[in-house]
């Protein structure tokens, strides 16, 4: 089932709305020629249309039962906002300079993860294609998108939308975003989007007029869950899976991120998420070089990541949420909310070692055991960081990390993440220590919505004990403040933070036993504060001292003929030291990397 509007080079447009319970469905074509067409319909509930003449831009809805009138579920474009018609879009007419791109090779993907509203000032595709060359000089491989699917209004993160098909039009619609990905792979970086395949955001959300979309069965932190093993779920399996083409194809996308799967409910035979891995799977082998999926779990399940033969679903990759709660948690000390499993250097060991701290191990905050085994695990399918949109936008005053514990901290953050066997991923603005907030906001047009977020927002953060009033997610000023200031970068600090995650990352992509690889990996304790982090491929063998405490550190492992490979506490990253080999001694808080030999 291909649901939606496919028009063709001759003018000719299929239109196709999945709605079993309705008695009739016309096609209201509102442009070039305002007509109401009636629709067939099939045995499965599917209403067809073929209709001649017609080209991009022009607007329709479909009317049910001869009173609702709404746009298509899978409308490819909003131009006038969530709750209007729906328009056409030729997707053939782009002018792709992209025939010779093959991707990047998993193992080299280092994300940089933004929100295209507050990338820039313009808040654009276009803004955001920009500052794509200076992403590709600091050794960034990959963007990863929040989410664009159309939502309400101008401002917000994106985990509202209600046309999972639609490019937000604020951000310069379904054009925009291919020139963004066109210009992206012409720099060498790939281009990964966020999607969400566990709920709809409320306001514009129409596909309960069309059919069962959704079931009551299950609960979601979102209202009822996405109907994905019940009754008439066939369909609605079928237009998730055409999701994924469409961005793959259409789109050129490298990969997908999937949203909070653990709010997927599906007990069926084949889940949902290893289909749409096939989905994937098929697309890469068509176009010639590979489409990744990446999924965020709180589960710290592994069957997302292992290979069917394994008994897994086959998706490419998952975040490692307690990688960043160890290190958060070291850093900060905050033992709130989830940070109460999480504080000890050994947290942080057992994170670098396996990907996961819980792996079938009791949790207090959970008052359980979670988690499964890494074992047999590559390291490229985990992603890790320091920092992301959930971590910074969900406390309640959307503080990063550098703000939270200042500069030398931020920096061995830095080396932890970029040093790990891992997928790294970094947030906008953090390679050069960007001083705004990235808080939660929404430009929702219902003002019992608006109130019933605001309470959530609220009642969320008293699991964190934090004091005072969450700005408001409805004023225009919440979204303004989290802007990024791209002048920031060029002076001080900000300049020497930014090199310093430069060159990190040139020595993690030219250092034979450094970046993500199979090679040598062993992770131990020095003293109460200290990870000693060595790694070897090739006949070359680095260690990496992670210093987490207020004391300077003396190595037990001081040899001759080593050599300083980077001291984040060097004075030519705005520390205060000169650092020397044969450096027997780790500053506090702070990283070192030696090699032994030529």
């Known amino acids: 089932m291909r649901a939606g509007a496919h028009l063709d080079h001759r003018g000719t447009c299929l239109f196709n709305v999945w709605a079993p ?25 599917l209403w067809s249309i073929e209709v001649d003449g017609l080209g991009a831009g022009a607007r329709y809805a479909f009317r049910l039962d001869g009173e609702k009138e709404r746009p298509d579920p899978a409308s490819a474009w909003q131009p006038d906002g969530v709750h209007a018609p729906s ?63 159309a939502f309400p209004g101008a401002r917000n993160w994106g985990y509202d939308g209600v046309y999972p098909f639609a490019v937000q039009e604020s951000y310069g619609g379904p054009l925009g975003l291919k020139a963004l990905v066109d ?17 709809l955001g409320p306001e514009g959300n129409y596909l309960y007029s069309f059919g069962p979309y959704f079931t009551n069965r299950y609960q979601t932190p979102w209202g009822w869950a996405i109907n994905y093993d019940g009754a008439d779920s066939d369909p609605v399996r079928a237009l998730v899976a055409e999701n994924v083409r469409q961005w793959l194809r259409h789109y050129h996308l490298d990969g997908l991120r999937l949203d ?15 289909e749409l891995a096939r989905v994937a799977d098929e697309v890469g082998a068509a176009r010639g070089y590979p489409a990744r999926l990446f999924a965020e779990s709180d589960l710290n399940d592994t069957r997302l990541i292992r290979r069917p033969a394994e008994g897994g ?46 792996r079938w191990r009791y949790s207090r905050y959970r008052r359980k055991h979670f988690g499964s085994s890494t074992d047999g695990v590559p390291p ?62 929404i430009s929702h047009g219902d003002p019992q919505l608006v109130a019933a977020v605001r309470a959530g927002r609220k009642a969320e953060f008293r699991g964190f004990a934090w004091q005072g009033e969450p700005p408001d997610p409805q ?6 403040r989290s802007r990024l200031d791209w002048e920031q970068q060029r002076d001080g600090v900000h300049a020497q933070l930014r090199g ?99």
Request: with cysteine; hydrophobic share 45%; proline share 3%.
């Open 21 to 45: 319970t309705a008695v009739r469905v016309e096609l209201h074509l509102v442009t070039p020629a305002e007509r109401w067409l009636p629709m067939t319909r099939r045995d499965d509930g």
């Open 260 to 274: 909070a799967v653990h709010g997927i409910y599906d007990f069926g035979a084949r889940h949902i998420l290893a």
């Open 87 to 149: 328009a056409l879009v030729d997707h053939a007419a782009f002018g792709w300079t992209d025939a010779a791109w093959r991707g990047v090779a998993q193992r080299e993907l280092v994300f940089y993860e933004l929100h295209v509203g507050s990338f820039t000032r313009q808040g654009t595709f276009a803004a955001a294609a920009k500052r794509l060359a200076e992403l590709a000089d600091l050794g960034v491989t990959a963007i990863e998108l929040m989410p664009v699917a």
């Open 380 to 441: 490229e399918r985990f992603v890790v960081f320091a920092q992301n949109h959930d971590q910074v936008g969900n406390r309640m005053l959307g503080e990063r990390l550098i703000s939270l514990v200042g500069v030398e901290k931020a920096k061995l953050a830095a080396a932890t993440v970029l040093l790990s066997p891992y997928l790294p991923l970094l947030f906008a603005g953090e390679e050069y220590g960007e001083a705004a907030p990235f808080l939660y906001f």
């Open 313 to 358: 679903y086959g998706l490419d990759g998952q975040w490692a949420d307690d990688f960043h709660h160890a290190l958060h948690a070291l850093l900060t000390g905050e033992q709130r909310g989830y940070y109460a499993d999480f504080g000890a250097p050994d947290d942080l060991l057992e994170a670098m070692a396996h990907g996961l701290v819980y």
């Open 500 to 598: 310093f995650y430069r060159e990190l990352l040139r020595l993690r992509r030219e250092h034979p036993a450094l970046g993500c690889h199979d090679g040598e990996l062993t992770v131990r304790r020095c003293g109460a504060t200290a990870l000693v982090l060595e790694r070897a491929r090739d006949d070359r063998r680095v260690r990496c001292w992670l210093n987490f405490g207020d004391d300077t550190v003396a190595r037990d492992d001081v040899c001759a003929g080593e050599r300083l490979v980077l001291a984040s506490a060097d004075a030519r990253w705005g520390g205060s030291a000169t650092i020397c080999a044969p450096a027997p001694r780790v500053a506090p808080w702070s990283a070192l990397v030696l090699e032994n030999g030529a």
């Open 475 to 480: 004023a225009e000023e919440t979204f303004t």
């Open 183 to 199: 210009r992206a792979h012409a720099l060498g970086l790939a281009v990964f989007l966020d999607v969400v395949y566990n709920h």
